[in-house]
C-alpha cells in the first residue's frame, strides 16, 4: 500500500518551455503533499507543502510564480515549472501523506532543460 | 530550527559485515524521526520511523534503529549487509507523524565491497 506515482520520470525540453509533473497517491487520499528539489549528490530540499483545495505554502527562497503547484484533489497534484531554464534543471520528488502514515515517495523526475 | 547531521559522506562495508550509519539531530522537541533508502535516480522508500515508545525501531530489509535521547542520535544499523544494500542512506527529522515538513541530511553513501 501507499503507491505514490510520479509523471514523467524524465523530461528533456527547451529553455522557455514551461514543464508540468504530476504526483499521485494510487491507493489512499493524501491530506497532504510536498514537493522537494535534489542536485546531483545532494540531499533533498523542500519547496513548498500542498493541501488540497488550498494554496500551498512555499520554503523561503523558492519563487512561487516560477514554480506554481495546484493541489486540485486528495489523490492529485502538480507542479509547473513556467518558462524553465537551465539553472531549473534538477530532479524533483514529491512525497503525500495521510493522516496515519509518513511520507511515501515518488520515484521523482529528472527535468533537463536545454 | 530542526537539522540533521549524518557525519559520513561515504561508507564501504565488506557483503556480509555489520553496518551503522549514523545521524544525528537537532530538535527542541519530541522528534519524529525517519530513515530513507534512495537508489539511483529514484525516489525515497521508507526503511523505518521512531514517534514514541520503544527506542529500538525495526523496519525493512533487515535494517534498525536505535533513538537516543540523551545523545540526539538516531543511528541505523543492520547486522550483515547485502550487495543490494548499495545505495543513499537519508536520516530525516519532523515535528509531528503527519502534516508537517521533513528535514533531511545530506546523506550517506554506502558501497559494498563484495
Known amino acids: 500500500g501507499a503507491v505514490v506515482s510520479q509523471h514523467p520520470s524524465r523530461v528533456i525540453c527547451k529553455s522557455g518551455t514551461s514543464v508540468k509533473i504530476e504526483c499521485r497517491s494510487l491507493?489512499?487520499?493524501?491530506?497532504?503533499m510536498f514537493w522537494y528539489r535534489q542536485f546531483p549528490k545532494q540531499s533533498l530540499m523542500l519547496m513548498a507543502t500542498s493541501n488540497e483545495g488550498s494554496k500551498a505554502t512555499y520554503e523561503q527562497g523558492v519563487e512561487k510564480d516560477k514554480f506554481l503547484i495546484n493541489h486540485a484533489s486528495l489523490t492529485l497534484s502538480t507542479l509547473t515549472v513556467t518558462s524553465a531554464h537551465p539553472e531549473d534543471s534538477s530532479f524533483y520528488i514529491c512525497?503525500?501523506?495521510?493522516?496515519?502514515?509518513?511520507?511515501?515517495f515518488g520515484d521523482g523526475t529528472r527535468l533537463s532543460i536545454l | 530550527a530542526q537539522s540533521v547531521t549524518q557525519p559520513d559522506i561515504h561508507i564501504t562495508v565488506s557483503e556480509g559485515a555489520s553496518l551503522e550509519l549514523r545521524c544525528n539531530y537537532s530538535?527542541?522537541?519530541?522528534?519524529?524521526l525517519f530513515w530513507y533508502v534512495q537508489s539511483p535516480g529514484q525516489g525515497l522508500q521508507l526503511l523505518l520511523k521512531y514517534f514514541s515508545g520503544d527506542t529500538l525501531v525495526q523496519g525493512i530489509k533487515g535494517f534498525e534503529a536505535e533513538f537516543k535521547r540523551s545523545q540526539s542520535s538516531f543511528n541505523l544499523r543492520k547486522p550483515s549487509v547485502h550487495w543490494s544494500d548499495a545505495a543513499e542512506y537519508f536520516c530525516a527529522v519532523g515535528a509531528g507523524s503527519s502534516g508537517d515538513k521533513l528535514t533531511f541530511g545530506t546523506g550517506t553513501r554506502l558501497a559494498v565491497r563484495p
Open positions: 512525497s503525500a501523506e495521510d493522516r496515519d502514515q509518513p511520507q511515501h
Open positions: 530538535y527542541g522537541a519530541t522528534p519524529y
Open positions: 491507493d489512499f487520499q493524501a491530506t497532504t
